[in-house]
């Protein structure tokens, strides 16, 4: 085998490996919401929290703190007033955290060779597997009518986690609730 063949080998093999570190490291999580068609959110004027946030755990948690100062900054800026007792609207929040893995494999059948159809494979040492493990995060946010005792949104952020966002949740906590809270229902609340 010539040292130019070996060369070429390495470069697509690092290239490779690069573009799907980097596919796996998206810092920004997939946002999504569910909301009540058939609720008015004007006519609500106040916001608070569950007694029991899923959160807790007989104790108001840091993570629980974190939570609840980066909601009040997001229903406070869409016009709703903090209350902490007999408020409109209930918040709720719950954080799962699971391990997972992705396995890829390059080369013939599915990866950049695939196009071969299974007419003609490639040379041997082109299918590599390469495994992954990163930990999923996922936010669900509920807005919950506390005299019906109906949820009305949900706001829900799935990401990856790493260690570095752990070492900086309050930061990371707050980017992710702003990011669920831009797909709230209603901006401007008629005070």
């Given amino acids: 085998m ?45 916001f608070g929290f569950f007694k029991d946030l ?15 100062a980066a909601v009040i900054r ?44 299974g007419y003609y494979g490639a040379w041997g040492g082109y299918n590599d597997t390469y495994t992954y493990d990163y930990t999923e995060g996922t936010l669900n946010i509920d807005v919950v009518d506390r005299v019906r005792k109906q949820m009305i949104w949900e706001g829900i952020a799935v990401g990856r986690v790493n260690q570095k966002d752990l070492d900086n949740q309050e930061q990371k906590i707050g980017n992710a609730v702003a990011q669920i809270y831009e797909q709230f229902p209603l901006r401007n609340i008629p005070k």
Avoid: H, W
């Fill in 54 to 68: 899923a959160t807790d755990d007989g104790y108001e948690s840091l993570t629980t703190k974190y939570l609840k």
């Fill in 74 to 117: 997001q229903m406070v800026g869409l016009g709703y007033s903090y209350m902490q007792a007999d408020a409109d609207l209930l918040v709720n929040f719950k954080i799962k955290l699971k391990d997972k893995q992705v396995v890829r494999t390059s080369g013939y059948p599915g990866g950049y060779y695939g196009y071969r159809g």
């Fill in 2 to 46: 010539s040292a130019k063949y070996n060369r070429s080998r390495v470069g697509i093999l690092v290239f490779g490996l690069l573009v799907f570190l980097q596919a796996c490291g998206t810092s920004r999580p997939m946002v999504r919401s569910e909301f009540d068609k058939g609720v008015d959110f004007s006519r609500y004027q106040s």
